[in-house]
């Protein structure tokens, strides 16, 4: 079986929006007419029966959602009293906190500043008002540029904004142009998606009816082309699939999912993976508040993997960096090679140019990185029993 390490990584889920975005499908709730003060108390309880504060400070935090930044002063004070009453952080630990630029304030940007937060992720998705408004978000373009200026005021560095590409009746000048205003901001690190249309979301009704001009394929592999040409003329490189940064500035707390390592997940919805097993909190509100209030976990079901699900996953995951993963590593994790028990796989991939082995090392091309999810799903299952 995998050997494991200790878990040194906190994801931390807060389900409030102030307004529901048309392609989101993440656990999350309208902010108005929630228990948050209730759900903040159960977020500290559940921290309190993990006891994170008796080890080493933790590598990472991230405070995601939903939508974080939502938070009144005193509902953000009171969620940074509970994480540092009950996690061990210092200098060092990456605290990452996603916020959407419509909800922030000067006054906020100090208060997690002050809490020590070091890294923010801010959801812009495109600098075009009008796409804004055609996708369900609740900012505008200026929004953007004064929570920069108070962030950067703030004493914050380490910034990221999120961009989607292939939005409805989005083209690709008007792509250009928001990578063009993105570039001007001069981040560190920038996070690019193509739209991805999910189930029980507004979007996907409107695809239904044929109402959604989304841009085609083809389309839609040219941004990606050109935001990995651009980002690339700015020194900022791709790191893995969607992420791309100056050197130093790769998300490390993301780094830990790609690269199989082990954490701990907090909040309605939210799960995590420990010791080789991956466990699901509940993801409505109440249930979660139900189990917290009974000082119980609020685990809704946990799954074990065995040794072929873990090393699928670890090969899944470690192929969305470019770096990809060393053969010596997987061996020394789990005891068999990756060559006897995928080569077949691997000879496939880099027969379509989709892959490439070299210097012990396996990674995805830049071709196979556009094509992922096509070489993941044949990966998913190749294994059905180790001899």
């Not at 507004?202 to 085609?216: A, D, H, S, V, Y």
Request: hydrophobic share 35%.
């Amino acid at each position: 079986m995998v050997t494991t390490k200790q878990a040194d990584a906190v994801y931390i889920h807060i389900p409030f929006c102030k307004k529901i975005c048309h392609y989101c499908a993440f656990n999350k709730y309208f902010y108005d007419g929630q228990p948050v003060g209730r759900y903040l108390d159960g977020l500290e309880q559940e921290m309190s029966l993990y006891s994170l504060k008796q080890d080493e400070a933790l590598d990472t935090v991230y405070i995601g959602g939903g939508t974080p930044s939502c938070l009144s002063m005193q509902e953000l004070d009171q969620l940074m009293q509970s994480v540092h009453r009950h996690m061990r952080l210092d200098k060092q630990t990456e605290f990452t906190f996603e916020i959407n630029p419509g909800e922030l304030s000067l006054e906020k940007c100090q208060l997690l500043y002050d809490y020590g937060v070091n890294r923010i992720s801010m959801g812009v998705q495109t600098f075009n008002d009008n796409l804004l408004r055609r996708i369900g978000r609740n900012h505008r373009v200026r929004h953007v540029y004064q929570s920069i200026d108070w962030l950067r005021q703030s004493g914050f560095e380490a910034l990221s904004i999120d961009l989607i590409f292939r939005l409805p009746g989005q083209t690709l000048e008007d792509f250009n142009e928001s990578l063009k205003k993105a570039l001007e901001l001069q981040l560190p690190h920038y996070s690019l998606y193509s739209l991805i249309i999910e189930q029980q979301t507004l979007f996907q009704q409107l695809m239904r009816e044929g109402k959604l001009p989304i841009p085609n394929e083809d389309t839609d592999a040219d941004m990606f082309e050109l935001a990995i040409k651009q980002l690339s003329e700015h020194q900022i490189n791709q790191y893995e699939i969607s992420n791309f940064a100056m050197k130093g500035y790769e998300s490390r707390h993301n780094l830990k999912y790609w690269q199989y390592q082990p954490y701990f997940g907090f909040g309605a919805g939210a799960h995590g993976f420990v010791d080789g097993v991956r466990y699901y909190n509940h993801g409505p509100v109440h249930h979660y508040l139900k189990q917290t209030q009974q000082q119980s976990k609020p685990i809704i079901n946990q799954l074990t993997l065995n040794q072929n699900d873990q090393m699928e996953e670890y090969i899944f995951l470690a192929l969305r960096t470019n770096r990809g993963f060393s053969l010596q590593e997987f061996e020394s994790k789990f005891y068999y090679s990756a060559l006897e028990l995928f080569g077949e796989f691997f000879n496939k991939q880099v027969a379509q140019e989709l892959m490439i082995i070299e210097r012990e090392t396996v990674r995805l091309t830049n071709r196979g990185l556009f094509l992922a999810d096509t070489v993941f799903r044949e990966l998913i299952g190749w294994l059905n029993v180790v001899k």
